[in-house]
């Protein structure tokens, strides 16, 4: 069994993280274009945070999730909520 990342553990895979963030932001999600800092995030990060390489090009499950999120959070906020249109005459 791995123990729990230590603190500076954990800062130095979120800096990867962040860094793989910024470059994805910059080039429009492409992960070729990313490929350094995609090997640092995988490098940096605990094993048990990893998943199978054929799950995604972006490995790291909880941190994949998590921009996914914000970004679907961001666009809510910037361009609200069009609900989809339901059954018509349901009532």
Known sequence: M??????AER???WDA???L??????ND???ASCQRFQSEFEAKCPAQWLLAPFH???????????RDFLKY????????FTPAE??????
Do not use: I
Request: net charge positive.
């Open 11 to 13: 800062k130095t895979c």
């Open 21 to 26: 963030w910024k470059c994805l932001d910059d």
């Open 56 to 66: 995604s090009p972006l490995q790291v499950k909880y941190f994949t999730k998590r």
């Open 86 to 91: 339901g059954p018509q005459g349901a009532s």
């Open 29 to 31: 999600d492409n992960v």
């Open 17 to 19: 993280r962040d860094h």
């Open 73 to 80: 959070k961001e666009k809510m906020q910037t361009e609200g």
């Open 2 to 7: 791995m123990t729990a990342p230590n603190s």
